[in-house]
């Protein structure tokens, strides 16, 4: 049972990792968009439909690469072919 | 029990990480985010109600990336697969 | 008694780095979210009103990045799930 | 077992990897891009058109990169030639 | 005595770590406060209450991060769940 | 097999680094040059031909960056004369 | 007595560096508010009273978390109550 | 086999690594350079012709940088010396 | 007589890098203030008074963090409870 | 045969390193000149026969460190006296 | 005599670490200092007086930290308790 | 042999590193001073004389510290006394 | 003879450091005050006099710094007691 | 003739870092002086004298931290007292 514990806790590690680390820039590129759109709003009041529409495309796209990192992690927690391929060598072994 | 030992190990390892580093970027980004408004706000206070309602749909995606790391860390405390894999095949030996 | 000492290692190692790096970011947000706040205030001494309620409403937002952190951490200590199965299995044993 | 089961841990590390670490800039990049579209809407309401234009090739380009690592893990996730040729070699042996 | 001592060696590096890192932030941030509210006061002497009373909540809530930090120490230094779990165990071997 | 699963292995490994920190510049550079002709077509609109003009000439050089690390991390997946000499080796073995 | 030079290395090493880098921050951030303060005092001469009081509270708050890290020092290094544990088990065998 | 597989391996990471972070400064200098030529062209858009011919001959000299890291990876894969002479060596033993 | 050397080694790396890195903060915090009050005088002159009496507080304050260093080395060189208590260990045996 | 392989990866990895890390300053300090030739441009056109030489000069200079880097990989790579010397034991032997 | 040599070893990286990076925050410090005077001397020429007399206290207090590094390292080097105390062990034994 | 692989793998790993390193600052040393060339060219293009002399003093005193790294790797690899005293020992044995 | 080895290794790698990076700071710090002395020499040539000699004064004390780990590395060449002790109890033994 | 092997080893290791990390520091500040010598030129061509000589005696004093690095790489490579206690060792062995 040693190579599915290591796969295991392979899989748990990277998971973590990897939407830990990989919803860092999403945030601070969101942070800088949306206080960017505050500055603009508060300097062209008249522009608010341009600028909160356009506000929501660029957050959609930045929210794009967390939704990646996440997908990558749901993939290695619950739908890992390694991991499926080592229950079925352990279960036909 | 060796192996189960190790995933659990990992398990908290990367529940603790995953919060406490991925908790970070949103913290700081949201931080610009409420800092920009005040100054918006200070800046030009009639559009008071346009800033804090954009400030507010931004202030929720950007919590959207810290709750995915929130997530992912209750996932691996309560409900981790290969925990749960770990204890049947324990179980059943 | 090997493996429940490793557990418990962790677990204090994890409750610590969680708090200890998890309120960095936060602090850092506060502190520049306050700063800005202060500044607005100083510009626009009129609209005081508006802009401490929204600080304390982003103040709050930013405070729970903290405080996800913090549960993480007690829950390690005292409510940690793969501390007790190891405490039933040696009690069991 | 114990080469496949290294290969299959290192494809899961370098998957998560090069998602978490490589949409890392591409956020980045595009929070800096939208930021520079809303303060320039502000600006110049006028241009608008141009302006949503030239930022939605610009993410394009930028989200190509983060588009990259994406395809990058997924080969190694579910077209990994080392790992075809490991299977091979085992169900041949 | 050895797995107590390594939770004694754990608990108290922990300890350290989590006091001395965990209150890096507070105290840049309020720095970063007071040094705002300093030249809000140059700026607008007139609105001096305000700023005070705003800065005071504020500094308020960036300490509560560092009392955190500060009561998992505590926690960990003098009533540590698993070092008392340790403790009865020795006792009752 | 050892030495397959090594070459295996670090190809691996550096195909995914080099995708996945190759594209973090190419990224932050686009980004800055993208924000920088927002800013440009903002303050020039009559311009906007020139800019973008030269904008896309200037991404494509960046992208080229980019695509030098994508090829590199193909040859290594697809193409890999180290691998391809060691298959070689394993068969006329 | 192996286990009691482990947990004094520790204790020593811990108290150093809590003391060592947990003062760092504190030092950091009263140099920004003294140099705020004098920044204010040479704008605005006529509310040094109010400046130098404003600053001596912040000073105060922000030396507390230097307070909280130079306390935990002293405690690990004369009232640890692992240190005093072991010298109790070390008396007693 | 062994010394050849670890020339190949070493050949392998220099190879990937050289182009992975070789590439990274080019693309920052470029972007950089791209963002002031439009910069230029929004302030000066008469001087056009001069602004560009100077932006590629830059770039041609900032990308030649990046060329070296590239045909140094290509040599250390397809010409390296090292590595032939080990063919050599391997054959004729 | 191995205990006492590991005890030795430890304390005198740690009051050294205790000193060494303790003091890098209050260094520059000191020289920041400095900086602020040389600007102050050259703006404001007449305030000369209130300016180098606030400064002279504020030195103090941030020295006073570096001499909790210091003292903590010192404490270590001079009187290391835990050394005295392997001299005594050492001389009683 | 070891000693061979130990000098070839060190060349190897070493002719590697100092191309892909020694062309990076070049490459940084090349964009800079080159942003600040084109923002000069845009300033005082008609001194561009002035700023276009001062630049190629610069760049002449910048570019003579990345070929430092450069033929100090060629020498490991394809004149090294150290494999020389080790082929000329190889071949005596 | 293998405890004295690492005691000797230790006390040798310490006195330089001590000194090579303890003496860097007060360079920097001082620094920014006499940038600071040079700057108010040039704004305000008629000040000379009380702004280098106010320069110099302010290195005097800096290079105070620096003399504490030194001062640990001298002690160190020239009167360590631990060396002595290993000496005359070594002549009594 | 042994010891003479280790000199010429020491050698050849410092040689590239001190070279590729070495570099790193006189070329951003050299970026900036071109730069400031530059714009001090746009700004007073009558004073073009005297500021390309200076440059050229300037360059030549950077680009002194690099040709220190270079000797440094030359001596390193074509003199190198400790290698020679190695080669003689071996010729000598 | 081992541990003369250890002590003359430890004393060459230490004095090396020293030099090496203890004269970073004050390299920075000199080039700062310098570029601050010919910013204000541009601004007010009347007060060459009183600027050039606060700059000498300054850089004197700068430079002290430099000259402490210069001081700390030839003592560890030249005048180690660490080594004269060795030494003599080589001699003696 | 392993001690002196180590000693070599180290010797040519701390020589190669010193001056490579140690020209560093000189070559960045002589780049930030002449940039500001250049910045100061065109600000004011008439105190050229007072400048230039400004500067060459700036640049002396940073050339003079280069020059202890080169220094102590030379007395290692060619005057190394412990690399001729080694050598004499040998020889009267």
């Given at each position: 049972?040693?190579?599915?514990?290591?796969?295991?806790?392979?899989?748990?590690?990277?998971?973590?990792?990897?939407?830990?680390?990989?919803?860092?820039?999403?945030?601070?590129?969101?942070?800088?968009?949306?206080?960017?759109?505050?500055?603009?709003?508060?300097?062209?009041?008249?522009a608010a439909a341009?600028?909160?529409?356009?506000?929501?495309?660029?957050?959609?796209?930045?929210?794009?690469?967390?939704?990646?990192?996440?997908?990558?992690?749901?993939?290695?927690?619950?739908?890992?072919?390694?991991?499926n391929y080592a229950?079925?060598?352990?279960?036909?072994?």
């Amino acid at each position: 049972m040693d190579s599915m514990t290591l796969i295991a806790m392979v899989s748990i590690v990277i998971a973590g990792l990897t939407t830990g680390f990989g919803t860092m820039a999403p945030a601070l590129g969101e942070g800088r968009s949306v206080a960017a759109a505050l500055s603009s709003l508060a300097q062209q009041p008249d522009a608010a439909a341009t600028i909160t529409r356009t506000l929501f495309v660029g957050l959609a796209m930045i929210e794009s690469t967390a939704i990646y990192c996440f997908v990558v992690s749901m993939i290695l927690i619950f739908a890992n072919p390694f991991w499926n391929y080592a229950i079925a060598q352990a279960a036909g072994r």
